[in-house]
């Protein structure tokens, strides 16, 4: 359609020739299926910021963030990014946990599961630390870290609930579970790179304490 030539070129016009070809695969794609579910309606992006699981313009939501990965400079950005919208999930779960639909039990698993899958990426682009030195693995895992604790304390807050479902309790226990899991993690790399005398001064040692 000339809508998606239009953002074609838009890219071409501000993306270097060489990066675009290294992204065109990806980028393309998630490009077409924004297309295929916005119709040519830009002012939609907006609403698809605001849309929940199950949600019809969720997968725009979804298909925005993977966008911004692919183009992140480097691993701490993605992390950061992800960070952010691990953050999301967790809002997510939050409000639809708030709100009262007949399918509310499907949309909860899905949101949890989505905090499941985002929480396992971070965790993985951590330990990989893919061009990060001693000082940037340390300042993502201490991001990570904070994340972590922050999305436990918010699960408990919703599991602990009393109108929530017993169904919904376990999904969200066990999405509580990934990120304890994720924030050890953190604590793991940041206990890795403790051998680097500026890695050190990122992280006090009452803080790791």
């Known amino acids: 359609t000339s809508w998606f030539r239009a953002i074609k070129e838009a890219y071409a016009s501000l993306a270097p020739t060489q990066f675009i070809s290294q992204a065109r695969g990806p980028v393309a794609a998630l490009l077409s299926g924004i297309a295929v579910i916005l119709s040519g309606s830009i002012a ?3 609403a698809a910021e605001r849309a929940l699981p199950g949600d019809f313009l969720y997968p725009v939501k979804i298909a925005a963030e993977q966008t911004r990965l692919v183009f992140a400079a480097d691993t701490s950005e993605k992390i950061r990014l992800k960070t952010q919208f691990v953050v999301r999930r967790v809002e997510e779960i939050k409000q639809l946990n708030e709100g009262d639909d007949e399918k509310k039990p499907e949309r909860l698993k899905e949101a949890t599961d989505s905090l499941k899958r985002d929480l396992d990426t971070v965790k993985n682009q951590l330990a990989d630390g893919q061009g990060q030195g001693p000082v940037d693995r340390t300042r993502s895992a201490k991001l990570v870290d904070d994340t972590g604790t922050h999305v436990v ?5 919703i599991r602990t609930n009393t109108t929530i479902t017993a169904e919904a309790r376990n999904q969200i226990a066990e999405a509580e579970s990934a990120a304890v899991n994720t924030s050890m993690r953190a604590v793991q790399v ?11 001064k990122v992280v006090s040692r009452e803080e790791l304490l």
């Open 44 to 46: 939609s992006v907006s």
């Open 153 to 157: 304390a918010s699960l408990k807050e």
């Open 190 to 200: 940041i206990l890795e790179t403790q051998s680097d005398t500026e890695a050190q």
